[in-house]
């Protein structure tokens, strides 16, 4: 009998075992998975950084000296300013718009829900081909613009010939493709607000630009902020549309950091520092990240 209970409790420690350890055996390939996608390219970019290569041989140590290189190379300070106008005129214009869109579709009335389907079309649309389609527009000799322009008595309208232009011309494709996204997040966040504070300011009399302004956007502040920052970061990777649109030119006026490290890494065969410079842009995304959540915090907290 004693032989008997003892067997019943191993089974029973036994089966307790098994119930804690299961969820890590069920995580272990989706662990696995993220080791050898996320976490080894970010160990071995890190590792090239350091690293001088010749045609795809590693030929010398390099050290910090990539790192070092890249705050006197005038080409990627020139790249890098670029990026920062790119996102700080796209970002602001697609919350902007998106946040407008997100308050007049949160109001019911017939055809909404279509409305709502066409304004998230663009950015379902693959990058690539978004691209292509601008090009097409933005063409100098058989495009849509120069063809309005001519049918107007105009001229060819140049655009892509033209550094701003061509800036402002890639600015817009962005907003185009992405407003849609702060649009969406910003109406899940209109939509989730409480309806008691508003009710009882309509009571009160209160305007709708001050319910907008004593309500509506303090309370979506903290919704605006992930918002901006996701797409803060997301921008910061723009490759597709510019690769397609411009290649980075004309000149230099839309040759982001993005295209600049391609260039280095493929064109110039300067994988070492082109690695450090990608490393290097991770960085200050994931500062910029960090900063926006403690602001986030500090936001919850007032």
Not at 58 to 65: E, H, I, L, N, S
Not at 186 to 197: K, M, T, V, W
Request: charged share 15%; proline share 4%; hydrophobic share 55%.
């Amino acid at each position: 009998m004693a032989k008997g209970g003892t067997q019943i409790r191993k089974y029973r420690l036994q089966g307790a075992g098994l119930d804690l350890a299961l969820p890590y055996l069920m995580l272990a390939p989706g662990l696995l998975i993220v080791l050898g996608v996320l976490v080894y390219p970010l160990w071995d970019g890190l590792r090239a950084s350091t690293k001088v290569y010749r045609y795809g041989s590693v030929v010398a140590d390099a050290g910090m000296q990539n790192y070092i290189k890249l705050w006197s190379d005038p080409q990627f300070l020139n790249s890098l300013w670029v990026t920062v106008k790119f996102v700080a005129l796209s970002v602001t214009f697609e919350t902007i718009l998106g946040f407008a869109l997100a308050l007049f579709c949160l109001r019911e009335f017939r055809g909404i829900r279509l409305l709502r389907t066409i304004l998230i079309i663009p950015m379902v649309i693959t990058p690539v081909v978004v691209a292509i389609v601008f090009r097409l527009i933005y063409a100098s000799d058989a495009g849509m613009l120069t063809a309005i322009s001519v049918w107007m008595g105009g001229g060819q309208v140049q655009i892509l010939g033209s550094p701003v232009k061509a800036f402002i011309g890639l600015v817009i494709l962005d907003v185009w493709e992405w407003t849609p996204l702060m649009f969406l997040i910003l109406l899940a966040g209109l939509q989730s607000l409480p309806h008691e504070p508003f009710e009882a300011a309509r009571v009160d009399g209160a305007g709708s630009w001050r319910v907008f302004a004593d309500l509506t956007f303090p309370m979506m502040r903290p919704v605006l902020a992930i918002a901006i920052v996701l797409r803060t970061i997301d921008a910061f990777g723009t490759f597709d549309q510019v690769f397609v649109l411009t290649r980075g030119g004309p000149g230099e006026a839309t040759r982001l950091v993005s295209i600049y490290g391609y260039d280095t890494a493929f064109k110039f065969q300067q994988t070492g520092y082109a690695a450090a410079l990608f490393v290097t842009i991770g960085l200050v995304v994931l500062a910029l990240a960090f900063s926006a959540v403690r602001l986030l915090r500090r936001v919850d907290a007032s």
